[in-house]
Structure formats: C-alpha cells, structure tokens
Nanobody
Framework: QAQLVESGGGLVQAGGSLTLSCAASGRFFSINAMAWYRQSPGKQRELVAQITSGGSTTYADSVKGRFTISRDNGKNTVYLQMNSLKPEDTAVYYC???????WGEGTQVTVSS
C-alpha cells in the first residue's frame, strides 16, 4: 500500500530554518512529480513547491528564494528546506505524489514572531 509520511515540522522563531522530509513507500516515487502544499486555518490548501521526476522545480512566489525542494530517488524521499521563516509560513505542510494523487497526513510548522 502506498504511503507518504512527513516529518520535521515543529516550532521555530521567525528567521529560523526547518527541513521537512517526506518518505514514500511503494514503487510509485520515481515516476511521480512530488509536491509540498500547506494549509493554514481558514485558508485553502496552497502549492508551496513542486519537483518533477527529472528534478525541475517550481515555487510559490511567497517562498521563492527562501525554500528549496529536493528529492532523493534512492531513498524515496522528498525534502523541503525552509529558511528565513516568517509567521505567515505557519501551516500544516503536506506532501503529495501528483501523478497518483497520494497524500501524507501532514506535519505542523509554527513560526513565532
């Protein structure tokens, strides 16, 4: 059964950094574009960053220059390095395999001012 498990969330002060990881089980990882979404209370889920199976990346304007998405196909893992965090980055962050529409349960990121 396909599964995505996020980790690395937590509480950090503004200006700090966190690295999220998403470990995938199953044989789908290498052929999928992988993405990170986030959702804050009262807001719609929004795309944060995406990386194709070939390694091409796209970012939301709000995180460009601060966040970096990467993947390790040998470890079936996608990462989100988040630097210069702002209180408005506070959200639950979700990992998804876009081709198969698999989603993880999410990990909470809280940035204090």
């Amino acid at each position: 059964q396909a599964q995505l498990v996020e980790s690395g969330g937590g509480l950090v002060q503004a200006g700090g950094s966190l690295t999220l990881s998403c470990a995938a089980s199953g044989r789908f990882f290498s052929i999928n574009a992988m993405a990170w979404y986030r959702q804050s209370p009262g807001k719609q889920r929004e795309l944060v960053a995406q990386i194709t199976s070939g390694g091409s990346t796209t970012y939301a304007d709000s995180v460009k220059g601060r966040f970096t998405i990467s993947r390790d196909n040998g470890k079936n893992t996608v990462y989100l390095q988040m630097n210069s965090l702002k209180p408005e980055d506070t959200a639950v962050y979700y990992c998804t395999a876009t081709l198969h529409n698999y989603w993880g349960e999410g990990t909470q990121v809280t940035v204090s001012s």
